[in-house]
């Protein structure tokens, strides 16, 4: 088992940055790859960005790219998501995800569990 907590959501204004964070704890979190979905009121979840096991490779979704930045730190059990030159449309419930297996880590389903979510709201 592993548990998560997202931590750092907000209400920032456009353009403003905000860092969201998940903490692990459980089994060893340097098993896992991590993923970081959103899911918008009406919509469904959908991905963000993922990061593999030593954080050699990284991944984002095209509406992200350039904008957020994920990074781990396997010896604080800690996943992060730096956001900058945020929008509105990133306004969302983010969630932190946990995923045993390097499958397509773009997908839900490729996930084995997840936390809570922390919600971020960007003004206009």
């Known amino acids: 088992q592993v548990q998560l907590v997202e931590s750092g959501g907000g209400l920032v204004q456009a353009g403003g940055s905000l860092r969201l964070s998940c903490a692990a704890s459980?089994?060893?979190?340097?098993?896992?790859?991590m993923g970081w979905f959103r899911q918008a009121p009406g919509k469904e979840r959908e991905f963000v960005a993922a990061i593999r096991l030593t954080g050699t490779m990284t991944y984002y979704a095209n509406s992200v790219k350039g904008r957020f930045t994920i990074s781990r730190d396997n010896a604080k059990n800690t996943v992060d998501l730096q956001m900058n030159s945020l929008k509105p449309e990133d306004t969302a419930v983010y969630y932190c995800?946990?995923?045993?297996?390097?499958?397509?880590?773009?997908?839900?389903?490729?996930?084995?569990?997840w936390g809570q979510g922390t919600q971020v709201t960007v003004s206009s």
């Open positions: 459980g089994r060893s979190f340097s098993r896992y790859h």
């Open positions: 995800a946990a995923a045993a297996r390097a499958l397509n880590l773009k997908q839900n389903d490729a996930y084995d569990y």
